[in-house]
């Protein structure tokens, strides 16, 4: 089902040959899938990819989405839960157009749903929705989450509770446009000249409430090797979009997509608020533009969910797929090649 209230279908992987490199679900297109363990399973949030007729460009009109699906799995390899249609376009007050990658949180009874939108002036901002059930029906505030803006949402909690919101994307997500804490309309579309800083993924700690931020958004700050900040010509190492924050043996390790270079990679620090210094590629170049992924302990194993184009060919019609993440002794993550 591709709109209404859907009811659940499943999709039994476990037949599929390769489960760890073949598509989660095959019935509609997702992408983004940023999965949680929630009730002792695996939930998934992606964006659910359609085929909008519109033409494509570097700003990404074409990834017109419209609603949410949430997937959950019992156990990496066994069934795909498609719960329906979570959240739609039409509920959200005050969203024009273009929902893009969304997370999910969890605090107190209530869990929250994090996503991107274009409001009316066609300006990315964040919303925030709750359900009392992991897979929703969602409910959207009535207004876009104070201070917020671009695009991927994604929610750490901290083992102290304290929850922190990522976000940010370049070219179409926008994010090149708020370098004065203002949007400008008249930024460029794309990146500031080679020679200047990187431009940073935001963070924000949330409310102990989770639907606003403590304070203003900062930049995460992403060093070299020499301790120096990464330049914006460094396309293989610099932010792009799709920041993820997980935590090993007490580490911070941030990991995002360099878009045009088609990589994932990572950094790591000592404070969720960075800064972080770059440590190496996560995953390889996929079958697409690029991969939107989220990485998730379950049942004493590691986990990164991503997607590619294999079911489509079309860079805007995507597949989830996942995969075993493995490390070094030394907590190093080692490189994963999807076509390997
Ligand atoms: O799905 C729309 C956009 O494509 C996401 O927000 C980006 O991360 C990229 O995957």
């Known amino acids: 089902a591709t709109s209404g209230t859907a009811a659940p279908t499943t999709a039994d992987s476990a037949a599929a040959p390769h489960y760890l490199s073949q598509p989660l679900l095959r019935g509609i297109y997702t992408a983004d899938p940023s999965a949680h363990v929630f009730e002792d399973k695996i939930y998934i949030y992606p964006s659910h990819d359609i085929e909008a007729g519109i033409p494509e460009n570097d700003n990404g009109d074409h990834f017109a989405m419209r609603d949410y699906h949430v997937l959950s799995l019992d156990s990496v390899g066994g069934k795909v839960t498609d719960h329906g249609v979570a959240l739609d376009l039409k509920d959200i007050p005050w969203a024009g157009r273009q929902l893009w990658a969304p997370d999910a949180a969890f605090k107190n009874g209530t869990y929250y749903l994090y996503f991107p939108v274009k409001d009316k002036q066609d300006v ?13 029906p969602f ?51 794309k990146e500031p000249a ?21 304070g203003p958004a900062k930049e995460v700050v992403i060093l070299d090797s020499l301790g120096k900040p990464l330049k914006a010509s460094d396309n293989k190492h610099r932010f792009f979009e799709g920041g993820w924050l997980h935590k090993y ?24 608020l960075g800064p972080f210094t770059y440590q190496g590629v996560v995953m390889k ?23 590619d184009t ?31």
């Open 249 to 272: 043996q007490g580490k911070y390790y941030f990991s995002y997509s360099t878009g045009d270079t088609h990589l994932l990679v990572y950094a790591t620090g000592t404070s969720p």
């Open 310 to 340: 294999q079911l489509s060919g079309k860079t805007w019609l995507r597949n989830v797929k996942v995969t075993e993440l493995k490390r070094r002794p030394d907590g190093s993550i080692i490189p994963i090649d999807p076509a390997g």
């Open 194 to 214: 080679g020679h200047e800083p990187a431009v940073g993924a935001r963070v924000a700690r949330l409310t102990p409430g989770m639907t606003e931020f403590a």
């Open 139 to 189: 409910k959207a505030a009535p207004q876009p989450i104070k201070g917020s803006y671009s695009i991927d949402p994604a929610v750490f909690t901290d083992t102290d509770g304290q929850a922190y919101l990522y976000f940010g994307g370049l070219w179409g997500g926008q994010l090149q446009r708020w370098k004065t804490g203002t949007y400008d309309p008249k930024a460029p579309d």
């Open 124 to 136: 990315f901002r964040l919303g925030v929705a709750t359900s009392k059930s992991p897979s929703g």
């Open 285 to 307: 170049p996929v079958q697409g533009w690029t991969t939107h992924h989220s990485i998730v302990e379950f049942k004493g194993k590691w986990y990164i969910f991503y997607h």
